[in-house]
């Protein structure tokens, strides 16, 4: 997984799977980078082949700590249709802004 | 009158949904594509019908049993390859002789339901979901005393139960025993197949869910194809294998849900427990009289 802030903008990247496995590791490096207060968080999701439920539980803690702050906008970037086939089975495609490039 | 049925083998387009079974006998509003094929050409006064099967013949088999369901004589003959409708008449009416069903049933490709030929069932799975929606009027074949039309567009079969505020809207088709909870919408165009459970509060619009199918809690099934764990979305022809079964899985992968959620199942489970217990208390009167009859007498 790479992290990089520039310009204010968060961008998580390089996410082959987001699984119980490393869900736990996703939302601690992403707390840490959110205390540079950047205003666009993106989570590029186009290299994730495998999603289950605590990888939803890690976006949803993101949108949460997010939401909570008010002043930054979350976006979920280019997720493979098999991700956005989850996200709609769980409704969670209503919470993100999904953008694909 | 005779009659010659070929079952599609491979199609690659909407291959997902011969995994389990061959496309003959993928379950389709209860039955299945041949059953209804073999309804219609009873209906047209076939009396044999020959079966070419090249995938999975035995399932197949199982499903026509010997026809007389029908009042036929079916033959299912195992194939190497699907024939063509040219290679078939070669093989089993080389000499065009009289006593057969008049074109097109009597040499019939089962790529479509009997009278839908404008509607190809595996061309895309978008086909497949039109197609089934367009059948559901004429599923409803006289013998099938058990499906109800219990408000326009909406069909119910025997032993389902929908929670008073669930929400169903036209056209559905919810087979039998299927459960649907509190809260949750079926429609506009949902087929549910027998056995399935929809959880509270869950949306199935515009989709197919497979027979013995869970539906999550609070789970939206939108424009899909379900069938146990396996989820196609018919309009972007994506495919999903969901792995967290409290979403969307086969109920017979997780047993335990069956008595929680039927009344029946309940009851069932209850039953067990009785005759479990009746079973311990039996084995301890029959230790006890042992132990009586082995007393020493003096």
């Known amino acids: ?63 949460r700590s997010v939401g909570e702050s ?30 694909q490039r | 009158m005779k009659s010659v049925l070929i079952c599609p083998a491979t199609r690659r387009s909407v291959s997902h949904l011969a995994e ?6 993928v379950p389709l509003l209860g039955e299945c594509l041949i059953t209804f094929w073999l309804g219609h050409l009873a209906s047209l006064g076939a009396r044999d019908v020959i079966v070419l099967v090249a995938d999975r013949a035995e399932l197949v088999r199982r499903a026509v049993g010997d026809g007389r369901r029908w009042g036929l004589r079916v033959e299912v003959v195992t194939v190497g390859s699907e024939p063509t409708v040219g290679e078939a008449a070669a093989r089993c009416r080389p000499f065009g002789e009289p006593g057969w069903l008049p074109a097109p049933d009597d040499l019939v490709v089962m790529n479509h339901l009997p009278g839908c030929a404008a509607l190809p069932l595996f061309e895309s799975y978008a086909g497949w979901c039109a197609a089934l929606q367009a ?46 909870e509190t809260d949750a919408v079926i429609g506009p165009g949902a087929i549910l197949e027998d056995r399935v459970v929809v959880g509270e509060g869950a949306r199935v619009v515009q989709s197919v869910i497979g027979p013995d199918t869970f539906v999550g ?46 009344l029946a199942g309940a009851a069932g489970a209850f039953g067990r427990t009785v005759l479990r217990w009746l079973k311990r208390l039996r084995a301890l009167f029959s230790r006890s009289n042992c132990a009586a009859g082995t007393k020493p007498s003096g």
């Open chain 2, 20 to 25: 389990a079974m061959p496309f003959a006998t």
């Open chain 2, 217 to 262: 809690r609070l789970t939206a099934v939108v424009e899909s194809i379900a069938a146990g764990s396996l989820l196609i979305n018919w309009r972007s022809e994506s495919v999903l294998r969901v792995p967290d079964s409290f979403l969307l899985c086969s109920l017979g992968d997780m047993p335990s849900l069956v008595p929680q959620t039927h």
């Open chain 1, 1 to 63: 997984m790479t992290i990089k802030n520039e310009a204010q903008v968060l961008t998580i990247s390089d996410i082959p799977e987001l699984t119980a496995v490393n869900a736990g590791a996703f939302r601690e490096q992403v707390t840490s980078a959110l205390r540079e207060s950047p205003t666009v968080i993106e989570v590029e999701l186009s290299r994730t082949r495998f999603l289950d439920s605590s990888g939803l539980g890690a976006l949803f803690a993101l949108y």
């Open chain 2, 135 to 180: 059948w559901i009027p004429q599923a409803l074949t006289p013998g099938r005393v058990r499906m109800r039309e219990l408000h326009p567009g909406i069909w119910v079969g025997s032993g389902a139960r929908v929670a008073p505020r669930a929400q169903l809207h036209a056209p559905c088709w919810i087979g039998d025993h299927v459960a649907i």
């Open chain 1, 70 to 99: 008010g002043e930054a906008t979350l976006r979920l970037v280019n997720p493979r249709p098999e991700v956005r086939q989850l996200l709609e089975l769980t409704q969670m495609q209503q919470l993100f802004e999904i953008v």
